[in-house]
């Protein structure tokens, strides 16, 4: 099932299809400086995990 999703999401990036940006979340750490850019999306990951959790628990209760 997961396979399915990263197949749909690299075909979906693959037809440069517009999705939403999804790195760019409030809480999402940027610091810029004059020659370098640091960018650690702490809030994204988290709720990539949360939903992750989700469906697995989902898919294990069948």
Do not use: A, H, Q, R
Request: hydrophobic residues 60%; charged residues 10%.
């Amino acid at each position: 099932m997961i396979g399915i999703i990263f197949v749909i999401v690299g075909i979906l990036f693959f037809l440069n299809i517009n999705i939403p940006k999804i790195g760019k979340l409030p809480g999402d750490i940027i610091i810029k400086t004059e020659n370098t850019t640091f960018y650690f999306p702490i809030v994204t990951c988290i709720v990539f995990s949360v939903v992750l959790s989700l469906i697995m628990w989902v898919v294990s209760k069948f």
